[in-house]
């Protein structure tokens, strides 16, 4: 039987591909759905607040890249307080489905695979619990890009209080926090550079399933 260390993984897409098609994130089956971190209103509203009033911080409303856009269910409410909202997601058949499903003059969807393809141009890029599913060198790859936006909001879902950051994972389904870690982007290997982080906001989850933290980057 092969170990973790000699499982040749699934390109990515592929896998997320999976993660849709047997609704291993839940959902009714019919349709797609990203996860309980995509509906929950404990998890869902605090951020759509939070997004709001960052947005409408704007004199001029600003670009903004959603990348791994899931299924949608947030990032439609931040569409009305965008200039354009360009909404980015691996899964062919999920951007298929949310171009016929949420149509605003402001916003388009484009299939890409952030690790692989360039990425489109906006202010703002935000990542919401999407590199926390992707191994340690496809999030140094779609960090490298990043530097390109001026503001990045990173949602990511780690274990509460102390931990070991940046343990690698086999990109897919599940996250860090299998493996008692979770992602922390200014710490080694990444050691990320920003202007300014501030933290806007953390949700803590029952029985000890760890904290879900979002934090805003001013990139140089
Ligand atoms: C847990 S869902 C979160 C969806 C959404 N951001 C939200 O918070 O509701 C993660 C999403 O990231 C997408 N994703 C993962 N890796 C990606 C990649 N390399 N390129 C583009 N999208 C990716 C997945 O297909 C999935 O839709």
Known sequence: MKNNETKTPWPTKAAMEQVYNMNLWGGNGAGFYSGDGS?????????IDSLTSFLTSFKNPIT???LGCGDF???KELVPYTKSYIAVDVVTDLIAYNKETFKKDNLQFLCLDLAVDSLPTGDCAILRQVLQHLSNAEVQSILNKLSAFKYIILTEHIPEGNFIPNKDIISGQGIRLKKQSGLNIMASPFNFKTKAEKHLL??????????IITTLYEVY
């Open 39 to 47: 509906h929950n209103p404990k998890l869902v509203n605090p951020y």
């Open 64 to 66: 903004v890249c959603d």
């Open 73 to 75: 269910n947030i990032g």
């Open 202 to 211: 953390s949700v803590v989850l029952e029985n000890g399933k760890g904290v």
